[in-house]
Every structure is written in structure tokens, then in C-alpha cells.
């Protein structure tokens, strides 16, 4: 079982950048495929990106693609969502996933994932 915590969020202009941070706490995230998803005040979870654990696949939902990068640092048990341009419609909580995965799995679908962050708040002004 991994714990999962992210941290990063903060309060920035339209067309700023921030890092989040998804560390497994307490153990580490080999064996792991890891995702980021988001949810906006009153609508429902979206997939962000995702990432496999070997092999460096990555997968990205069309609403950000070009702007965030997902990436895994295996020494530091970390993954990194880099958000940059970023919109105010990016507004939302965002939330870090992992499962247990073969080397070159990616998930996009929440439900697929079994361990959650508690999520860390990204807000965009305008």
C-alpha cells in the first residue's frame, strides 16, 4: 500500500506556471502507474494526465495538452505535474492516483486507481 500526498497548489495569474508534487509517502511508487485528475467547484472529476511506471509513457487530456507535463523522479519516489500558461478554467482541486501497474500501463479512468492524495488547490485569476 502507498500513501499518497501532493502539495504545490497556490493562488497565480492567468499565464503563470506552477509544479505539483506527488510523493508516496512511507513507501515508494515502483510498481506504480501514477495519474493526476481535477475537480472544479460544482462539476465532476476530470482526468488530467498520466504516466506509466517504466517506459516513461505519458497521456494527457486534450484540455491541457502543450501546457502541463507529467514527470517521475524513481530516486525521489515523486511525480511532478508542471502546469504552465495557465487559464483560470484550470481552477480545481487537483488530485494525484496510483495502482499497481505493469511496466508500460496508463490509466485515465479514475475508478481504475486505488490509492488517493487528500488533493491540493490550484486557483488561476484572471
Known amino acids: 500500500q502507498v500513501h499518497v500526498v501532493e502539495s504545490g497548489g497556490g493562488l497565480v495569474q492567468a499565464g503563470a506556471s506552477l509544479r505539483l508534487s506527488c510523493a508516496a509517502s512511507?513507501?515508494?511508487?515502483?510498481?506504480?502507474?501514477v495519474g493526476w485528475f481535477r475537480q472544479a467547484p460544482g462539476k465532476e472529476r476530470e482526468f488530467v494526465a498520466a504516466i506509466s511506471w517504466r517506459g516513461g509513457y505519458t497521456a494527457y487530456a486534450d484540455s491541457v495538452k502543450g501546457r502541463f507535463t507529467i514527470s517521475r523522479d524513481t530516486a525521489k519516489n515523486t511525480v511532478y505535474l508542471q502546469l504552465d500558461s495557465l487559464k483560470p478554467e484550470d481552477t480545481a482541486v487537483y488530485y494525484c492516483?496510483?495502482?499497481?501497474?505493469?511496466?508500460?500501463?496508463?490509466?485515465?479512468?479514475?475508478?481504475?486507481?486505488?490509492?488517493w492524495g487528500q488533493g491540493t488547490q490550484v486557483t488561476v485569476s484572471s
Open positions: 492516483a496510483a495502482r499497481k501497474s505493469g511496466y508500460y500501463q496508463l490509466y485515465m479512468d479514475g475508478a481504475e486507481y486505488d490509492y
Open positions: 512511507g513507501g515508494t511508487f515502483s510498481g506504480y502507474a
